[in-house]
T-cell receptor, first 113, second 117 residues
Framework: QQQVKQSPQSLIVQKGGISIINCAYE??????FPWYQQFPGKGPALLIA?????SEKKEGRFTISFNKSAKQFSLHIMDSQPGDSATYFC????????????FGTGTKLQVIP | GAVVSQHPSRVICKSGTSVKIECRSL??????MFWYRQFPKQSLMLMAT?????????EQGVEKDKFLINHASLTLSTLTVTSAHPEDSSFYIC?????????????FGSGTRLTVV
């Protein structure tokens, strides 16, 4: 019930291309879906997040698409750059108070020139 | 924005000794902080929830006597790895959110790389 499944495990994209990472969740009570970016040796940093009352959220080159009925959400990175090379984690949690965050397994993205 | 400072960033200790890791919220107060452990090429594994002024809540399988957590103030939580062994070598990360933040997102510290030799 608490799992968040993430795919692919790794991804290689050409510079300027679109990177797409997918996640699926089980617990329909989750109401907050963030994406975190982590560089080697650093803690994760919040990239973008969405709530289930909207189907899409865009911030610069990063877009989250959310499908509530399918219990799936995805991150799209447009015009991918070498500096985007990092590990990306999707996550899900409940809002209200301090709630545990359930993380996906992570996707290592490599953007090649 | 919210900043969480974690110290030290790297520590090497001898087997059998104890190591203390600090997690501070620099510009906000947090009654709750979370401690994670991350193995190479793996996701974050929640170890415990640190509660200001009360006992921490540990996840199943995490030894509370080995991983001592103290949350003495609204801006500081510490994780002490006691009698460390090589298998405790890992990347430890804390996270926190401001009391007044209803947004849902957490800020993470920069992590502590612990190597037990």
């Amino acid at each position: 019930q608490q799992q968040v499944k993430q795919s692919p495990q790794s991804l290689i994209v050409q510079k300027g291309g679109i990177s797409i990472i997918n996640c699926a969740y089980e617990n329909t009570a989750f109401d907050y879906f963030p994406w975190y970016q982590q560089f080697p040796g650093k803690g994760p940093a919040l990239l973008i997040a969405i709530r289930p009352d909207v189907s899409e959220k865009k911030e610069g080159r990063f877009t989250i698409s959310f499908n509530k009925s399918a219990k799936q959400f995805s991150l799209h990175i447009m015009d991918s750059q070498p500096g985007d090379s990092a590990t990306y984690f999707c996550a899900a949690s409940l809002t209200g108070g301090y709630q545990k965050v359930t993380f996906g397994t992570g996707t290592k993205l490599q953007v090649i020139p | 924005g919210a900043v969480v400072s974690q110290h030290p960033s790297r520590v090497i200790c001898k087997s059998g000794t104890s190591v203390k890791i600090e997690c501070r919220s620099l510009d906000f107060q947090a009654t709750t902080m979370f401690w994670y452990r991350q193995f190479p090429k793996q996701s974050l594994m929640l170890m415990a929830t640190s509660n200001e002024g009360s006992k921490a809540t540990y996840e199943q399988g995490v030894e509370k006597d080995k991983f001592l957590i103290n949350h003495a103030s609204l801006t500081l939580s510490t994780l002490t790895v006691t009698s460390a062994h090589p298998e405790d070598s890992s990347f430890y990360i804390c996270s926190a959110r401001a009391l007044t933040d209803r947004g849902g997102g957490y800020t993470f510290g920069s992590g502590t790389r612990l190597t037990v030799v």
